[in-house]
C-alpha cells in the first residue's frame, strides 16, 4: 500500500506544476489558488460527510487546521504560482525537490532528530546541483529579473510547504485523520487567500470559463488536492516526513519530462549534470535499506515500525 501512495504521489505531483501554468492568465493567481482548495476542500469534507466520518474538533484542532491551511494550502501556493510567471514549470519542481533537505533540518530544529554525516552530504551534493542548473541566474542574480524572482519565490514557497509538514505531522500523530485535517485545512487555507484574491485579484478576470484553465482547475483540485496530498499526507503519518520524501526524488523527472514536450524547455549538458547530482544528493540521504523496508513493506509493518517517529514527524 506505501507503495502504491508513493506511486500516486510521484505522477500527480509531478503533472501539477503543468497544470499550474493553465491557471496562468487573466485571472489573478491568488483567485485560481483561492478556487482551487474551495474546490478540494468541498469534495473532501462532503466525503467525510457522506462516510459518516466526525467532522466536529475543538477550537485548539482547527486553530492546527488554520496553521496548516496558511502553510501548505495558501502562501507556499501563491508563491508557486507567481513563480511559474517566470520559470518553467521544470525548473521550479527541481528547486521544490529541495524540500527533502529542508525537511531533515525541520525535523532536527523542531524534534530534535538527529542529521547525519550522509545527509549532511546529500544535502551539499543537492545543492549543488541546484546551483549547477541555475548557474547563469545566480551569475546575474537580482531580483529586479524575473528569473531571480522565480528562484526566490520558488525558495520561499518551498521552505513555508516544510513548515506546514511540521504542522501535519503533529495533527497526525495526534490522531486527527488524514481526509478530514486536509479537508478543513484546505478550506482555512482558501479562505486565508481569499482576502488578498479580493485585494489584488480584482483587476482581472472574476474566472476564465475556457477548457485550458477550468479543465486545470479540476485537475489540480481533484488529482493534485485531494488524491495527490491524500496520498502523501497518508505517507507522511505512516512513516515520516523524511521517508515521505522519497516522494520529491523522482517527481522532478516526471515534471521536467513534461516540460520538454509541453513547453520546449531544452537541456543542455550543465542541466543534465545539475539534475543528475540533486537526484544523486536525494538518494544518497534517503537510500537506506531499513528505510526502503519501511517504504515498500506491508503496511501494518511500515505504521509499526514508523509508530515510535510519528509524533517528529514533519508535507
Not at 477550537?59 to 518553467?88: D, I, K, P, W
Not at 483587476?203 to 488536492?225: E, H, M, N, Q
Not at 516540460?259 to 539534475?275: A, I, K, M, N, Q
Amino acid at each position: 500500500m506505501n507503495a502504491v501512495l508513493y506511486v500516486v504521489t510521484v505522477l500527480i505531483w509531478g503533472s501539477t506544476w503543468l497544470a499550474i501554468k493553465g491557471q496562468l492568465g487573466d485571472v489573478h493567481p491568488t483567485v485560481s489558488v483561492a478556487y482551487r482548495f474551495a474546490l478540494a476542500a468541498v469534495i473532501l469534507l462532503a466525503w467525510a460527510r457522506l462516510r459518516g466520518l466526525p467532522l466536529r474538533y475543538p477550537l485548539r484542532v482547527h486553530g492546527q487546521f488554520v496553521l496548516m491551511g496558511g502553510l501548505m494550502f495558501s502562501t507556499n501556493f501563491v508563491c508557486f504560482y507567481f513563480a511559474e510567471q517566470h520559470l518553467t514549470t521544470g525548473l521550479v519542481s527541481i528547486i521544490f525537490a529541495m524540500s527533502l533537505l529542508v525537511n531533515m533540518v525541520f525535523a532536527r530544529v523542531f524534534f530534535r532528530r538527529t542529521i547525519t554525516a550522509k545527509m549532511l552530504l546529500g544535502g551539499a551534493v543537492g545543492l549543488l546541483g541546484i546551483v549547477t542548473v541555475f548557474w547563469p541566474e545566480f551569475q546575474n542574480f537580482g531580483l529586479s529579473s524575473g528569473s531571480g524572482q522565480g528562484i526566490v519565490l520558488s525558495a520561499l514557497g518551498t521552505l513555508v510547504f516544510c513548515l506546514g509538514n511540521v504542522v501535519s505531522g503533529k495533527t497526525q500523530a495526534a490522531g486527527i485523520p488524514v481526509v478530514q485535517g486536509t479537508g478543513f485545512a484546505m478550506a482555512y487555507g482558501a479562505l486565508l487567500t481569499a482576502p488578498f484574491a479580493l485585494l489584488f485579484g480584482g483587476g482581472g478576470a472574476a474566472f476564465d470559463p475556457s477548457l485550458k484553465y477550468t479543465g486545470s482547475l479540476v485537475y489540480l483540485a481533484v488529482f493534485g488536492s485531494v488524491v495527490g496530498f491524500g496520498a502523501y499526507l497518508t505517507l507522511l503519518g505512516r512513516i515520516g516526513g523524511e521517508r515521505a520524501a522519497y516522494a520529491m526524488v523522482l517527481f522532478p523527472i516526471v515534471a521536467l519530462l513534461l516540460s520538454t514536450v509541453f513547453e520546449s524547455f531544452h537541456w543542455t549538458v550543465r542541466d543534465l549534470v545539475g539534475v543528475a547530482l540533486i537526484l544523486i544528493g536525494n538518494a544518497v540521504m534517503l537510500t537506506n535499506p531499513a528505510l526502503v523496508r519501511r517504504l515498500f513493506g506491508r503496511p501494518a509493518e511500515a505504521a509499526e515500525q514508523a509508530a515510535p517517529a510519528q509524533a517528529p514527524a514533519d508535507r
